[in-house]
């Protein structure tokens, strides 16, 4: 709510003038510290412009919006003239002038009440001669607001900055946007991020998205505190509420079809974007243009359809987030929480209001400003950052069909059908039910937008960017659509669709052996064992492991223990959440990984140092010997559930030298003396390129080894996986890499032991095939992955992917080493 103090209401005032009048209330709003004094300047320029007059004796006078740089807070300001001003040509007489200052969407509230104001002729005739200033105050603001202090005016500069680089996988999107502008909101500061030559409002979350701000980039974050800049900086460090373990989103390419028709009438080829292949005839959608034209009216009114189609499209995303919720799509429901958060946009409200303000009628208005912020957003050349542009596209649609008075465009048709669409949002998706159609096709689009996760989520297949000559296509067109190939075969001959639905049958039964065949244990079809376990940061998570097959925890990330709060867990927290792990696997094996912060996990409370390059500074093990005061309650909250459960394995992070082993081992040796505690197995992570060369000499004092194929490839090749444009090579299957995964294999087998791989590596089929013939014994995956991966081992003996693997050292670079996966069936592959 707006407040109102009684400085900013000047009763029994008189004015000789329009102009007059309009001073007086600047004064009024510069005197409060509430504008510039130059802001009467954009007062008088508006004037001339339109007339601000709204009726029953009140007029609105308000800045342009050149002029809004000029406002230090959102503020209105109220001049009674009992006897009157002429104002305007119509031979208006004016009595009460409330000047208006809007840095925000405060207001909408105030022009609201003057509506309910303008149809009391009472109540008009009161506040144009009250002599009492609360009587105003209840009339605009709901309530008598105590005299306020006045507020020193804060200049535009904002003199403390900082430079930080965006972790995020995705960039700077809705999420982490929200949160910061929140962050920034709860601090009471102002703060601006800069990048690219452009500058953007914290609290704006469609400035910060038309930033185009991608993984890597370089930020420089002004605020006007030294708190709100540290703050800022160290929340963005940790990635907003982003999981930082995401890998880098990967260019999409359409992958060599496993099958293609040889006979049909044509091919529309687009951008795989979820798998999958269907026969069926096509629908062509085209959702009915929304024609809107410039309605001016009352801007007190216009106001309030705004405000009131806002609301009702909040109410609606309201209960497509509960509705997706409760039927157990998570992700669906988040994308509607970021339209939520688009919905409430503070710069595009207000754009949209300042237009209202100018005498446009509101749908014209909120289709202008958000038009404006759709435009910048296709602009972007990142892909993922452009399609949000689509979501928006959503949220615009959603509020016009309110203002306008339209229902939704209908999607579904009597029978299942391949549907074609200029593109389709996130809310048409929603609305398939299950069975109502095969899959879909878009002329424009892309394999990253929310609507192509909706599609993967639903289990459809999809091609998106096809061109818009699908529109074109008849309905009723016979069709075979593959996902996986980004294609749909027009008019195919019969005999091609008899091989289209054998090859459907093989695909489902190839699924559903899978999925059935999860439990089995991992192995290799002449049964050489490779466990495959499962990736979690939770022991909530380990029942869905188990039931997705998983053989055990190949590594428990524990510093989301860290993570996701704001102080450090208690000792007795940490061996609750050991202890509910160990519990929920039973006999099988659990590899609790210590404390890994540092690099792209950063944990702001823990007040660490900054550094100019954290992943070569104190990150996993040598964080842990700077800060024993983490470290070692960690290691005995550990030790005392292994004291009672053996499956407990554990493995220290980043460890790059014999001697990081070893002073790693002994602080682990006192804790179990302290506590008399028997030996636990003990391993360590192979992600520095020197401790694979040194893994000779590790291997006689350790128990196991675990690969983390994500760091060991970035510090391989040298090439940042957080950069934005050097990230998609940075590939496991890269020559280089597998030497040092071979060297680590060859150190393990001579000493007895064994050597397994938890990073991205082990859950790509590829990578499982080709480690597996290397010799590694265990697969630590994320839990979707289980079911594929195994079922990918048991289609090849160990032989052959002994052969695939001596094959892949000698290649050039990691695209070969992946060709070579083509040749398995056919039995081509030579060392």
């Not at 039927?327 to 209001?353: K, P, S, W, Y």
């Not at 993967?456 to 061109?467: D, H, I, S, T």
């Not at 020197?690 to 090749?717: C, H, I, K, M, R």
């Amino acid at each position: 709510m707006i407040n109102l103090p009684r400085s900013l209401i000047r009763l029994g005032a008189q004015a000789s003038s329009k102009q007059t009048a309009i001073e007086q209330v600047a004064a009024l709003l510069a005197q409060a510290g509430r504008v510039d004094p130059a802001y009467l300047g954009g007062m008088l320029a508006r004037e001339g412009q339109a007339n601000t007059y709204l009726g029953s004796g009140i007029a609105i006078p308000h800045g342009t919006p050149d002029t809004r740089h000029l406002i230090r807070r959102t503020g209105i300001a109220v001049l009674q003239l009992p006897q009157g001003v002429a104002w305007g040509e119509g031979g208006e007489t004016v009595r009460l002038v409330v000047g208006i200052a809007a840095a925000s969407d405060e207001h909408l509230d105030i022009l609201r009440r003057l509506t309910r104001v303008l149809a009391d002729d009472a109540l008009v005739e009161q506040l144009s001669t009250t002599a009492d200033p609360a009587v105003v105050q209840r009339a605009l603001t709901g309530d008598a607001t105590p005299e306020e202090s006045a507020a020193p005016a804060s200049g535009p500069d904002l003199p403390f900055s900082a430079q930080v680089t965006l972790p995020n996988p995705l960039g700077m999107h809705a999420r982490p946007g929200t949160m910061l502008a929140n962050l920034v909101r709860r601090l009471g500061a102002r703060v601006r991020i800069e990048h690219g030559g452009q500058s953007a409002d914290a609290l704006r979350l469609m400035e910060l998205l038309s930033l185009g701000v991608k993984r890597g980039s370089v930020l420089t974050v002004r605020a006007d505190s030294e708190a709100a800049l540290g703050a800022v900086t160290d929340a963005i460090r940790a990635g907003l509420g982003d999981d930082l373990s995401l890998a880098a989103p990967a260019e999409p390419v359409r992958r060599e079809a496993d099958w293609r028709p040889t006979q049909v009438g044509a091919t529309i080829e687009g951008v795989p974007a979820s798998d999958g292949l269907v026969i069926g005839e096509t629908r062509v959608y085209r959702p009915a243009e929304l024609h809107v034209t410039d309605q001016p009216g009352e801007a007190a009114a216009q106001a309030q359809a705004l405000d009131d189609a806002l609301n009702a499209a909040a109410a609606e995303l309201d209960g497509l987030i509960e509705q997706q919720t409760r039927a157990g799509h998570a992700d669906r429901a988040a994308i509607f929480r970021a339209h939520r958060e688009l919905l409430t946009d503070e710069g595009t409200v207000q754009d949209a209001v300042n237009l209202v303000l100018d005498g446009h009628g509101a749908a014209w208005a909120y289709q202008r400003a958000s038009g404006e912020r759709i435009a910048q957003l296709q602009k972007l050349d990142d892909p993922t950052l452009a399609a949000r542009a689509t979501d928006l596209g959503d949220v615009q649609r959603r509020v016009l069909r309110r203002l306008l008075g339209l229902g939704e465009d209908h999607l579904e048709g009597a029978a299942p059908a391949i549907l074609l669409a200029p593109d389709l949002t996130p809310s048409d998706t929603a609305r398939f039910s299950e069975g109502s159609l095969l899959g879909f096709v878009t002329a424009q689009g892309g394999p990253t937008s929310h609507t192509a996760i909706i599609a993967r989520g639903l289990g459809l297949p999809a091609v998106v960017a096809a061109g818009t000559g699908l529109l074109d296509v008849p309905d009723g067109t016979p069709a075979i659509l593959d996902g996986q190939a980004g294609a749909l075969y027009l008019n195919p001959s019969a005999a091609d669709v008899q091989a289209a639905r054998a090859r459907q049958e093989t695909l489902r039964a190839e699924l559903d052996r899978a999925r059935a065949d999860r439990h089995r244990p991992g192995a290799t079809r002449d049964g050489a064992r490779v466990e495959i376990a499962a990736n979690i940061n939770r022991a909530a998570a380990a029942p869905g492991a188990l039931d997705a097959g998983a053989e055990g925890v190949g590594l428990m990330r524990t510093e989301f223990l860290f993570l996701e709060r704001d102080s450090v867990p208690t000792e007795e927290e940490q061996e609750r959440e050991y202890r509910a792990m160990a519990e929920a696997l039973g006999e099988r094996t659990l590899i609790i990984r210590t404390l890994d912060i540092g690099g792209d996990k950063d944990v702001p409370y823990l007040g660490l140092e900054r550094e100019d390059n954290s992943f070569l500074g104190l990150r996993g093990i040598r964080l842990c010997f700077e800060r024993p005061d983490l470290f070692l309650p960690q290691l005995r909250a550990i030790v005392r559930v292994a004291r009672d459960h053996p499956n407990v394995h554990v493995m220290f992070p980043m460890i790059s030298t014999l001697e990081d082993f070893r002073r790693a081992r002994a602080l682990l040796d006192d804790v179990r003396a302290e506590l008399d505690a028997p030996r636990i197995p003990l391993g360590v992570m192979i992600e520095v390129p020197s401790a694979a060369l040194l893994a000779p000499q590790l291997a006689p004092e350790v128990d196991f080894f675990s690969v983390g194929t994500n760091d060991l490839t970035q510090y391989t090749l040298a090439m940042d996986r957080l950069h934005p444009q050097l990230a998609r090579q940075t590939d496991a299957m890269h020559p280089a890499v597998l030497q040092l995964v071979a060297l680590t294999v060859q150190a393990a087998d001579a000493h007895g032991k064994w050597v397994g791989v938890c990073g991205g590596a082990a859950g790509d089929e590829v990578g499982a095939l080709i480690l597996t013939g290397l010799g590694v014994k265990e697969l630590s995956v994320s839990a979707p992955q289980i079911p594929a991966v195994k079922a990918a081992l048991r289609q090849h003996d160990l032989a052959t992917l002994r052969d695939l693997a001596a094959s892949a050292l000698t290649q050039p670079d990691a695209a070969s080493v992946r060709a070579l996966t083509r040749t398995l069936n056919a039995g081509e592959v030579r060392a």
